[in-house]
């Protein structure tokens, strides 16, 4: 059996062409077949929406924007851009293959040209065969997945990526500013560590845990997993739950 | 003579086209709704404001292209041929009936002269369930629009199709009814009209006042293209000599070509910055073989066995600006020189046949009817002027704008309101800004009227044939609208468009700041206490605010995060082929 990538195209209702009937599996007759779900712009889409939409058993999301400058909200494909490149790094941690999650810009195109879009992305779907989360392929997936969107629910990276106009764009008020590298690296360092203290957080739950078990489970140093749990303790996202002998139990507290 | 703004005005901000038009139509509006490529919506839409869609895509004079807040970026949107188009594509797609109104009022209204002014009087008394009749000397409705605008800029059935659209609301015109004669205000009180509203034109020429002016070969312009739209043919030899500089006498130059005519002059006698014709008509003109000779006045016309032969100008000087703020023409004494011609066309204004109407109505000077220049009220208690017939030559826009403001003082006067309480005192700017330095981001786009339209040479057939297959065009040249005014132009409400609208939790925010630098339109600000509030005015919905919160604070009205995720669920439910 031939098989046939379930896809989630986000489509912004500015470039979706007039012919396609977002009602119906097949756009138009011969042309390929996703489920297309309108939205108002690609910067509609919370990153909390891609990654939901992987855990409730899509295998590939595909968001679809207009081009600058056709954004019909002047910068709201910049935004998607941001956010479909912020996940992607994300997902590279969990073990969902980036590539399953594409930006594409289709303003003003014809139906042809969607299509086109459409299937150069199922095609690379279909390589990558079913999702390891349906599959169930590798055990450590759905966890990661799960902490990737307990990353992107919370606030120190959301407020990140939000900021990430104005720090690279304008000075502060002390004249300084970022530069796009500068502002990747400090992004790229907070996916990480945020990453891992919400793994580490999802695997205490109700479970209390020791700093080697934490380190052996997610396949860390100890003594890095040490310094993530120091942090999250102060920032209140675990709590020490008991002493065995003299190691410390910690167990995670509900964020918020 | 200037366009000035009829265009209803409130507190509320107002995009500048919709400022600018004398009609108010909301242009910004029709211009959302093309660029989703909803064309026979936007013609509805316009038709809410004015009856004429298709007649004003062709011939405006668009003072909502010269407000255009894009003239700013690079060029202002090609908005005359977006609305010509959409209603092109109405036309071919079939137009839908209006919906019959219920006559709620028994009082008859009489609408004298079946020109744009009237027409839309009509219109809009009908739409307000009044019965009207329109009474109209020639024997068919549209005035000027018929008798004075050529074929080749504005076709016959082009009028046809918007009258048969009034007519379709059930208005009722009568032609072959001449105004004086057949009937008279006396006539129309007796058979229970109520109101009256007169927009009878300014149908005459006005005379050049020089010698040899009754010679054969002389056309007044006016009466020149109303025989030539009669169907009635005219020789006007082979050079013909026009005076004047506004559009009748492009109009009737480019006439004078299509009959036959080898050589046309214009004679102005200022400068051609200061013709009131349309840079695009002069432009076209030009180009089909007109020429123009400036700082030129007839001083006589020079005749031959009763038949014009040549027309003796005098060169002028520009001198300071008379009270119309043009420079004011002075001969130059000793400066005679001929033209030889064999017709000559006068088109240096227009005059109201004041003969047909009571002595009562008009001023002093027996030439003019004083009319209160907001209710446009007469002097007489119950009839109404307007158009061209008060204002001098204009344009259609204007007289749609006159038509329509008398409409609603009928309706007050009918009621027993007040005809003045409430209407257009607010003197507040309205005009838009924006922040310019976010928009010039947007390069210069397709202009539709960069599009070679394959205009016609000289032909009685329609000149710039707009095309339909362009239509992909028209939707990305609407896309160039910068959207200067609110989000609700279109008044399409909840079923014409998607737009949501931004609500803040107020509990969840935390004033960090982030939706109001990432908001495209800053319509997102904290207020006083710290929270984030939503200027719903601005919100055009696009969610990226909802998208960026870090405290996911943010949630649209109609597309939530949930809606999203429950279109994703049950898609992923369905099977995938």
């Known amino acids: ?256 | 003579m200037m366009a000035t703004s009829n265009a209803p005005k409130s507190k509320r901000k107002l995009p500048p086209c919709r400022v600018a038009c004398p009609a108010g139509i909301n242009v910004q509006g029709y211009i959302a709704l093309l660029q989703q490529g909803k064309f026979k919506e936007s013609v509805e839409l316009i038709r809410k404001t004015m009856p004429f869609p298709a007649i004003c895509g062709r011939v405006c004079f668009s003072p909502c292209q010269d407000a255009c807040s894009r003239k700013n970026v690079d060029q202002p949107v090609g908005i005359r041929y977006l609305k010509r188009l959409a209603s092109d594509i109405e036309r071919e797609q079939g137009r839908i009936s209006p919906v019959s109104i219920p006559k709620k009022h028994d009082e008859k209204v009489a609408i004298v002269g079946a020109g744009p002014a009237g027409l839309s009087c009509a219109y809009e008394l009908a739409k307000l369930g009044y019965p009207v009749t329109v009474f109209e000397r020639m024997h068919a409705p549209g005035g000027m629009m018929r008798y004075g605008i050529p074929d080749y800029r504005l076709q016959k059935y082009v009028v046809d199709n918007e009258i048969a659209y009034i007519r379709d609301l059930g208005v009722e015109i009568k032609t072959e009814v001449e105004f004086g004669k057949d009937i008279t205000l006396d006539k129309l009180q007796k058979d229970g009209y109520k109101a009256v509203f007169i927009g009878i034109g300014a149908q005459t020429s006005q005379k050049l006042g020089v010698t040899g002016e009754d010679l054969k070969g002389v056309f007044p312009a006016v009466e020149f293209l109303r025989d030539i739209s009669l169907g009635e043919t005219t020789s006007v030899g082979e050079r013909v000599a026009v005076i004047g500089g506004g559009n009748t006498a492009i109009d009737a130059a480019r006439t004078s070509l299509r009959l036959g005519a080898r050589e046309v002059l214009i004679l102005y006698r200022r400068s051609q910055e200061e013709m009131p014709a349309l840079p695009a008509e002069i432009e076209a003109a030009e180009e089909e073989g007109v020429q123009f000779h400036f700082m030129v006045a007839p001083k006589q016309i020079i005749g031959e066995g009763g038949k014009v032969k040549a027309v003796e100008c005098l060169r002028m000087q520009l001198r300071e600006p008379d009270q119309s703020g043009r420079k004011r023409p002075t001969p130059i004494q000793g400066s005679e020189h001929t033209y030889e011609v064999d017709s000559i066309i006068p088109a240096i204004g227009q005059l109201l046949e004041a003969s047909c109407l009571p002595q009562a109505i008009l001023d002093k000077s027996g030439r003019a009817i004083p009319a209160d220049p907001m209710t446009l009220e007469s002097s007489i208690s119950g009839v109404f002027v307007g158009g061209d017939a008060v204002t001098g030559p204009a344009s259609v826009i204007e007289a749609v704008g006159a038509g329509k403001r008398a409409a609603e003082s009928i309706d007050r006067y009918l009621n027993g309101k007040d005809l003045k309480v409430g209407r257009d005192v607010e003197t507040e700017e309205t005009a838009w800004t924006k922040d310019w330095d976010k928009l010039t981001k947007k390069p210069e786009r397709y202009t539709v009227s960069h599009v070679d339209v394959g205009r016609q040479k000289v032909s009685f057939k329609e000149a710039d044939e707009l095309l339909v297959k362009i239509r992909k065009l028209a939707m990305a040249e609407a896309r160039r609208c910068l959207e200067c005014g609110p989000c609700s132009e279109c008044l399409g409400g909840e079923e014409m468009c998607e737009a949501d609208k931004a609500v803040v939790d107020e509990a969840l925010c935390t004033g960090c700041n982030v939706c109001a630098v990432n908001c495209p339109f800053s319509a997102i600000k904290k207020d006083e206490r710290g929270v984030a509030a939503v200027d719903e005015e601005l919100c055009k919905g696009c969610g990226i605010c909802s998208a960026s919160c870090p405290e996911r604070a943010i949630s649209m009205k109609k597309c939530a995060d949930a809606q999203i995720m429950s279109s994703v669920m049950s898609a992923l439910e369905r099977e995938f082929v």
């Open chain 1, 1 to 256: 059996m031939i098989f046939k990538p379930k896809i989630i195209a986000f489509v912004c209702s500015w470039c979706l062409p007039p012919e396609v009937d977002i009602t119906t599996p097949s756009l138009i007759r011969g042309y390929p077949k996703v489920r297309i779900v309108q939205v108002m712009c690609a910067g509609r889409i919370d990153p909390t929406i891609a990654l939901e939409t992987f855990l409730r058993g899509a295998d590939g999301v595909l968001v679809v924007g207009c081009e600058t400058p056709d954004c019909h909200y002047v910068e709201g494909n910049m935004q998607a851009d941001r956010k479909v490149k912020m996940l992607k790094r994300l997902m590279a941690l969990t073990g969902l293959d980036p590539e399953r999650l594409r930006l594409e810009w289709a303003s003003a195109s014809s139906i042809e040209t969607f299509a086109g879009i459409i299937n150069a992305f199922r095609n690379q779907v279909a390589s990558l065969g079913t999702s390891p989360l349906i599959s169930k392929a590798d055990s450590s997936i759905l966890l990661n997945v799960s902490a990737a969107k307990a990353v992107v629910e919370n606030f120190t990276l959301r407020v990140l990526a939000g900021r990430e106009k104005g720090l690279t764009g304008d000075t502060n008020v002390y004249g300084e500013r970022l530069s796009q590298k500068e502002f990747d690296n400090l992004m790229e360092e907070t996916i990480e560590a945020e990453f891992i203290r919400h793994k580490i957080r999802l695997l205490t739950v109700g479970k209390p845990m020791s700093v080697k078990q934490i380190a052996a489970v997610a396949g860390m140093e100890p003594s890095l997993t040490l310094c993530h749990v120091v942090n999250m303790r102060r920032k209140g996202m675990i709590t020490l739950d008991h002493v065995e002998g003299t190691t410390p139990f910690y167990k995670a507290l509900e964020v918020g």
